[in-house]
């Protein structure tokens, strides 16, 4: 049975396509058949990376991968999904961030969701609201429904469960007020009933994200003496592997 992945997130630049190419090459690494789909067309962050690193380090393992077109329908999904899965142990799904059909159909086929959250309230404003004086929170609002819609609709078509993990991204490496809120109001919500998810060890800000895509390389295909190798690239390293560890795969 392929396992598929989805990354997630109603917000936009949260990291969902940086994630999904780190972690189908950590995958892959570990030894695990691995393909990809770009559910966002209309960017396709994701089937540019793959470009990028199919010119510039041909030499590198890559992932399978299909990108769907701006107004590919439910019909053309399904197709790709069925495309793709034979021979694949993970099927990565990367979509936008925001909630267009092929996204809302993609979550409902997930095994395991991962969402990328930046560590500001302003984002965490897509899961739930949360009432400035109190720091309590006071609903759930449009992305938490979505999932919760994808939950059912899944456990409609197959009884399968999606696995939801919430991966904190682009942490301020200093300790700060701010990262104690958001890990406080997080924990409390994902034991709220009717959300669920898991937390995953979060992922620093760190500038070598932005420089890879050219390349189209991960931190994971860096080796030491081949490019310059800092001990932010190792501990950079060691986060990406406690979010690889979180999926269970
Ligand atoms: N841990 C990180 N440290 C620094 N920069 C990061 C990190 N993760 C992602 N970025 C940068 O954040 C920006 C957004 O990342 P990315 O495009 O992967 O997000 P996305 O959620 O896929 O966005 P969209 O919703 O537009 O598809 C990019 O410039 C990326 O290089
Ligand atoms: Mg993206």
Redesign the pocket.
Known sequence: MTRILVFG?AK???????LALHTAIGLLQQGHRVAVLDL?PA?G?LTRYLENRASQNASLATPESLSLSPNANMAELAQAIADLAPGHDVLILDT??SDTPLARAGHARADVLVT?LNDSFLDLDVLARVDPASQKITRISAYSEMVWRARQDRFKKDKGQIDWIVAR??LAQLDNRNARAMEQVLGELSKRPGIGFRIAPG?????I??EL?LRGLTLLDMTEGKVPFTMSHVTARQELRGLLDTLRI
């Open positions: 997130n936009g630049g949260t990291g969902k396509s940086t966002d960017q962050t936008p961030g990328p991204n682009r992922l620093s800000e760190r500038v994200f932005r895509f």
